[in-house]
């Protein structure tokens, strides 16, 4: 049996967003919904959408899921150790090979803009992934999507209480809300198209690190202060006394980021996601003034281990 569309990461942050654009614009009988988790089912056959248990360390159980399916959204996986992480890339490409997907479309990162090399350690894996969807022969469109604006406190590691943000880079980052970003890959995959392409979703403003901390004292009344520090020092401050518990080695990772902002890596905003959307999508400065409106001490999950 033929199913268009199988939307794997459905209990993650951006696969929920995608699996929510399709419960409402499309018949159920054209998507279903995959986790790495069997007991997660119920909860979407209670919603009326079907559901396939997709194992990423499980080729069998990849290999059943992707049977007969059109089009699948291959959301990468979120583990920070990118030796496992590839390994699980390897095994969704290849089951998708094996039973003649027609369609894989991947959610990399927006890291490099559309170049194929990038300073942050978090885009490697995004790479040798893509580099793994061009020599493996399945049609493939590879979305770098743009980094969360929900996430700027965990971006910045600024908590309610926090009296000095400490980064080494204010370079331009293309923020994007992640409910977007779900729509416009949705409505991406449905209109189809982008065949052995890379393609960039962001939204139209670039903003600095100095900005986002000037919405947060203009919106919440803090006076929050912002500094250039070293990537040792950055990493030594945040990593010493972090609010939400993480320990230095997330930092250190983190650094890479910070490496790759000041290249500009993240400043290649795309007009796509605004045709896409029909509309332009919310730029940063205005989400983040929204996100603290509603409420002064906006924190994000992952900002806390």
Known sequence: ???????????????EQVLAYFAANRPASEFAAASSRESNRKQFEDRGIAFRHANYDDPASLEAAFHGVENLLFVSTNVFDNEKRQ????????????????????????????????????????????????????????????????????????????????????????????????????RLMIAGGHENEIVLLTAQEAIRPSEIVDVINKTTGRQVKFEIVSGDEYVRRNGANDLGGKPAAFFEMVRSWWDAIEKGELETTSPLMSEVLGREPVKASEAIRDLLTQNPDFTWHQNYV
């Open 87 to 186: 390994k699980q890339h390897e095994n969704f490409i290849n089951a998708a090979k094996k039973v003649g997907v027609k369609h894989v479309w991947y959610t990399s990162l927006a890291f490099g803009g559309y170049e194929s090399t990038s300073k942050a350690a978090v885009q490697q894996v995004h790479l040798i992934t893509e580099n793994l969807l061009k020599k493996s022969g399945i049609t493939y469109t590879s979305i770098r999507e743009g980094v969360y604006t929900d996430a700027f406190p965990v971006f910045i590691n600024w908590f309610p209480t926090t009296s000095t943000i400490s980064l080494p880079s204010d370079g331009p980052m293309a923020l994007t809300l992640r409910h977007e970003l779900g729509e416009a890959t949705a």
């Open 1 to 15: 049996m033929t199913l268009k569309y199988l939307i794997t990461g459905a209990t993650g942050g951006l696969g």
